[in-house]
């Protein structure tokens, strides 16, 4: 009798503790993370700004993307990465003027990861949304639903 009461006790243990790690996976994914936006419809910058930016980052081949970070980042550390190496890893400061903090190339052939220090938020960028696009524009969105805003698009913003 003790034996058949400690067995359906342990069994009893066992049902009520599951694992977390699926819904763990879940609150990390990327569409709980960022609210996605594809625009080309604003005001685009020059062509020969565009090209400067291009060479500037070595971006003009079609296996790049550029990653422009852009309102609301107060200082933070923020890291971007994929499975090759660490692309950016730096204190990023929006400019209250152009709304512009920092811009960096990504390789567009594999996923990137982007690390918010401050919220403890991680945000995959997919290779196959990347590749669409050829500026990414990453917005932190204090108070919204989502701690970002990510908006695909091949139109250069002004950024001066």
Partial sequence: MKKIFLVLLAASLFVMC??????????????????????????????????????????SEATYSVLIFTQNFKG???????????????????????????????DNSVDTKVYDDASKRELIIEAREAKKAKFIYLMKNPGGDTPFIVTYSNTLRPLK
Avoid at 31 to 44: C, L, P, Q, T
């Fill in 18 to 59: 599951k694992s977390s790690k699926s819904s763990a996976a879940k609150a990390e994914s990327p569409k709980e993370v960022a609210e996605v936006r594809y625009r080309d419809d604003f005001r685009s910058a020059k062509a020969s700004e565009k090209k400067a930016v291009l060479s500037e980052l070595k971006a």
């Fill in 76 to 106: 933070e550390k923020v890291t971007a990465s994929n499975a090759r190496k660490q692309l950016y890893s730096g204190y990023v400061i929006s400019d209250p003027k152009t709304g512009i903090a920092d811009k960096i190339r990504i």
